[in-house]
Every structure is written in C-alpha cells, then in structure tokens.
C-alpha cells in the first residue's frame, strides 16, 4: 500500500462509521453497566494512547443511548454490549454526522480552507445552545469532545460552565490522549475510563477490517507488532517507508542530548515536502518518546522535577508546531531542527 493511499484511508476513516470495537470489553461493560443502573454519571473521560479507539468507543456509546432512550428498558437491561446495527436509523443519522440529539466538538477547517489546529470557544460555546434549546429529539443529548486536550483555553473554560450544571439527560464524552494535562477542574467532573493499547492481534483485526485487506497480510503484521497497540500507527506505518522513518527518528532520540545536525538533514531530508504519512510517522515517535519518559520521570522518586517540567511544555510545543507543519503545509526539516533543539535543551 503506497502512503498516498494509505493518507487517504486514514483521512476517510472517522470514529462516527466505525461500528466495531477491538478490544476494551471491559471499558464497554462499564459504560453499559453505568447506563443501565439508571445513574450514570454526566461526564466521562476516555483516556489513553492515540488511535486504541477512543473516540470509536465514545461514538458506540453515543449511538446506543440515543436508539435506546430509555436506560431501564428491557432492551438495554438484556443488551450484552454497545453494538447498534449500523442499518438502525440512529447509527445512519451519527454516521451522517446529522443526528440532533448528538454534538460532535472537533477541530474544523477555517475560512480559508485550513484545519484549525484547536477547538475555538466559539466551537464549544455551541454546547450551551445545544443542550438549552427546546430538544429537536427526545430523550439524551450527547456531546462528543474529540479532543478536550485540543480545547484552548478559553474553550476549556467554556465547557467547564456546562460540566459544572448539567442538564437532565445530558452525555459528555471527552476523549483525551494526555488527561493529566487537562484542566484539574474538567478533570474533577468526569468519571475516568482509561483504555489499554491493544494487543497486535486486536491491531491486525481492526486495521484489517478499517483498510479492507486480508488480516494475513504479512506487511500488515509487521506493522501491528511496531504500532504499540495503535490501530492508527499500524495504519500509517503501512505507507512505504514510514516503518523506516520511524525507526530512523527513534535511533536519533535515543542519542539525546547530543544532536547529530548530518543527521538531522538526512531526516529532514527523509520527511519530503508535503508526505502527510511520513510527518505523521515522525511526530508519532516524538510523541512516544516524550510520553515514555515523562511516565518513567513520574514513577521515579528521584525524577529531576524542574526537568519533568521543562520536558511537558516542550511537549506541548512541540505538538503545536507539528499541528501549524500539517495544517499550512510548511516544510519539515525546519520543525526537525526545531523538535530536536527543544528536547536537547529540555533533556540536558
């Protein structure tokens, strides 16, 4: 599979059509569980790694409150799992993204054309209109935030006011790849639901299935024993040389803080100018990396704490200049240059 089609699966991929679930039994039977008691709480978080089907969970659970309104009926009490059959009229509205009883915040494109790289508080403040108004459909409102760790700051703010006075028959479903970079009062609001990365034969089933290509496909494995449980790194590490590209990025971390500049042209080099797979390919193990030793850091209790700090902001900077590198099609070696200059300083 070339990386212009595989950049073309991952683009034409989204949670909302997505009607099966690998792995997280667990995570859905608490979701159903806490539906059916009749008391669930108004807001969860889902939390975990990129691409384990986060968001996918958040959308199951959507579309089966909202085609079974009623928590204490004998179809929800017998029901075994999430599942809605994609032909059920609600699971054709969600996937339509044209459901009223459902609110989706996610980063959208701006006047010009170009994805935005947060969610606005214009954006979140349509949450107050949506669950204010006379309801369009009865029964639950859902709000998907896909991701709270996307808001900006004021966007936050915006929603924390509706999290703080729910309205009956409200739903927030916040997917987060960091939840302990959420705002501690968002956070305080929602039950926690932490997903594990999938096992790799979780990963070949889903990816599989999401790419329409035999679950026996030997590059397919290979790529699900590098991807670390993600469906989504499985799937952009499919695209020629991004396996490569990756085990290039993660031999040069691995030498931080010294940087190699030769190196770093090469890699530079190695990214291409406008390869939306090879970018993702290269944040992806930044992210990894980055996200390894701020846990290791945490779990020591002699972690240097100034430098755990340093080392989360330039996280955020860094992600934030990968975000602008994608949306306005910059070049790459720049960002290179820019990601490893950041985490040398941060690491020494």
Known sequence: MSARQVENLISAVHPRETTSLFGHRDAELALL????????PHAWLIGGAAGIGKATLAYRMARFVLAHRNPLGADVQGAETLGVDPADPVARQVAAGAHGGLLTLERSLNDKGVMR??????????????????AAVEGW???????????????????????????????????????????????????????????????????????????????????????????????????GDALKLQQRTAALLATLPRVDPRELHALGDALGGSDRVALAAFVDSVDRWVSERLHADEANANANLPRLARLAEVWEKINRAARDTESYNLERKPLVFSVFGLLAEATR
């Open 33 to 40: 569980n806490a539906y059916r008691s009749g008391r669930i």
């Open 117 to 134: 790289t947060v969610i606005t508080v214009d954006e979140t403040r349509e949450t107050i209109s949506f669950f204010g108004s006379t």
């Open 141 to 239: 409102r859902v709000c998907i935030v896909d991701t709270v760790d996307e808001l900006n700051p004021n966007a936050a703010n915006a929603l924390l006011k509706v999290l703080e006075e729910p309205p009956q028959q409200s739903l927030f479903l916040l997917v987060s790849h960091a939840p302990a970079r959420m705002l501690p009062t968002i956070l305080s609001r929602c039950r926690k639901l932490l997903l594990r990365p999938l096992s790799a034969e979780d990963v070949v089933r889903a990816a599989a299935e999401a790419a329409s290509i035999p679950s026996d496909d030997p590059a397919l494995a290979e790529a699900a024993e590098a991807a670390e449980g993600s469906v989504a790194r499985a799937l952009t590490l499919l695209g």
